[in-house]
């Protein structure tokens, strides 16, 4: 069934109404008309009749209307205010058309995803989609519900769910007719999420596969050619354990990334020193910070500084922190931890641990990215250092749990400064 141009709405009774009083009024002159003719009847007569029978058809009729709300309630149940607000309560888009495709009521969220939808006009003039329009057609000739779906490109691309949903009604007159609920469902973050978990497991089996492939070789030449060298199979038993350690690490990165993720709407509340943490970090570091001709310089104050959270978490945290610094900044020669209280722009008190180096630095293209999984700024030099991709992407879910932030500041050339900012915990009624 085509949705016509403007077709007549069921909700309206005027046209009835006043066809009837036009109806015995026309009668009524012809009939008048033909005595006077004839003359039975005076004209002044036959005039006095006339307006007897014009008040008898439109006085009543008047009447009936005089009483404005009643006539509204008594005309169109379907525009009644407790429709409009269950319409309005919808928290998606929703629009209440007429059998017509005419809009009855729409909520605020349907006028944001259509502003050219309008009251009382066709719902296919504002949404242009063709799916859209061959799912109404559609609900609306077989009286069915309709479901489908379409993507949006303005003013950014979303996924979007429309149902049509076919509501009886009743009508002005004691019968019932059939209006049409529109319903939208925006499907774009479920959809984001599902790229992301697919890209998730293709990068996490990609970072598997390769060491995993590396020690299969290994494997087969040990078992081949090399089968006799003792000298070779020294080496690449090396190899293949340094492969072996990197998918452990990886391993290792993924389940803490998973239980980080898992307890993410716990709040870790446990009052925690972070000082003997982060002093803790440093000193197990003290081997790699040697092998890279590093100094750690640690600037902390006498102490404790509390914070709450999770001990566990905070001691991967800072080890992610600094070793970074003492992998990727290792030419600076030295590494700064600092710890300071701070405010932040709305004046709440802040604990910041910062973390800094003086190598080669980050270009500030690379700074979004930084803690999504798996993003490396230079994937061999990630991997050289042992790296997995995920060291960042941990801290910054270890810090969403602790309802803190990261803050990361660098110069090309001149180092970065990677800062983990703690709420100020709140100790026995006064701040830590
Ligand atoms: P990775 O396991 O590769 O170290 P991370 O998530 O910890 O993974 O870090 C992501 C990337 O950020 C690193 O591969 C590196 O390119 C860059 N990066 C991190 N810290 C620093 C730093 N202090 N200086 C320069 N680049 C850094």
């Known amino acids: 069934m085509a949705i016509e141009a403007s077709p007549p709405s069921m909700f309206s009774p005027w046209p009835d109404r006043l066809r009837h009083a036009a109806i015995i009024l026309l009668v009524a002159a012809l009939a008048l008309a033909t005595l006077v003719f004839f003359g039975e009847l005076t004209p002044l007569r036959a005039v006095i009749v006339f307006a007897c029978i014009a008040g008898a058809a439109l006085v009543p009729w008047r ?8 006539d509204e309630a008594l005309v169109n149940p379907v525009e009644q205010p407790a429709v409009r607000a269950v319409v309005g309560g919808i928290p998606d888009p929703a629009v209440l058309l007429d059998r017509a495709g005419r809009v009855i009521h729409l909520n605020a969220a349907a006028e944001q995803l259509a502003p050219a939808l309008r009251k009382g006009e066709l719902a296919q003039f504002a949404l242009r989609s063709p799916e859209i329009i061959s799912a109404l057609r559609e609900a609306i000739a077989n009286t069915e519900p309709r479901r489908t779906s379409y993507v949006d490109h303005v003013p950014v691309d979303r996924w979007m769910d429309l149902m049509i949903t076919p509501v009886s009604v009743p009508t002005a007159f004691g019968g019932t007719d059939t209006c049409m609920l529109m319903t939208f469902h925006d499907q774009t973050p479920i959809r984001r999420v599902e790229e992301m978990r697919a890209d998730f497991i293709a990068n996490a089996s990609h970072e598997l596969r390769t060491p995993l492939a590396t020690l299969s070789g290994f494997i087969d030449t040990l078992q081949g050619p090399a089968k006799d060298d003792a000298k070779a199979r020294e080496r690449f038993l090396g190899i293949m354990h340094t492969q072996a350690s990197r998918m452990a690490r990886l391993i290792d990165d993924l389940l803490s990334l998973s239980r980080v993720e898992l307890s993410a709407h716990v709040r870790a509340e446990a009052l925690i020193d972070i000082l003997p943490i982060i002093r803790q970090v440093g000193d197990s570091l003290e081997l790699l910070a040697t092998e890279r001709g590093v100094k750690i310089e640690m600037h902390l104050p ?131």
């Open 302 to 432: 006498d102490g404790p500084v509390f914070v709450a959270g999770d001990r566990e978490e905070l001691l991967r945290l800072f080890e992610n922190l600094i070793e970074n610094a003492l992998k990727y900044g290792a030419s600076g020669g030295r590494v700064e931890v600092t710890l300071a209280p701070a405010s932040t722009t709305d004046g709440a008190s802040e604990i910041r641990v910062s973390v800094r180096d003086f190598g080669p630095g980050i270009a500030p293209e690379h700074l979004p990215r930084l803690t999504e999984r798996f993003y490396r700024v230079d994937v061999g030099d990630s991997r050289a250092q042992g790296g997995t991709g995920l060291g960042l992407s941990l801290v910054k879910h270890i810090l969403n749990r602790h309802r803190g932030r990261l803050l990361i500041e660098s110069v090309p050339k001149n180092g970065a400064t990677f800062t983990a900012a703690f709420p100020q915990a709140k100790v026995a009624g006064k701040s830590a």
């Open 63 to 70: 009447l009936h209307d005089s009483d404005a709300a009643r």
